[in-house]
């Protein structure tokens, strides 16, 4: 039986709370390696940056992707 649509979590919904679960993942990993969150989700005209991290005086910049399958 099909759930009405009132009671559908829509997919695009579920699939931004699994990648800022994935970017918090991320940024918990990085900051264990020493580096310091500068940004997140930077915007500009040429797209979006997920983190902006830094580490004494280097900038690295990470694309976070969420995989299903370790495949």
């Known amino acids: 039986m099909e759930r009405p649509p009132s009671c559908r979590?829509?997919?695009g919904r579920r699939a931004r709370?699994?990648?800022a679960?994935?970017?918090t993942a991320a940024l918990h990993f990085l900051e264990a390696q020493g580096l310091?969150?500068?940004c997140r989700n930077y915007q500009s005209r040429?797209?979006?940056i997920d983190l902006v991290m830094r580490q004494e005086t280097l900038l690295v910049f990470a694309?976070?992707?969420l995989r299903r399958h370790s495949a």
């Open 63 to 65: 694309e976070v992707r």
């Open 46 to 48: 040429f797209g979006e």
């Open 36 to 38: 310091h969150l500068v």
């Open 21 to 23: 679960a994935a970017e």
């Open 9 to 11: 979590t829509p997919a």
């Open 17 to 19: 709370q699994h990648g």
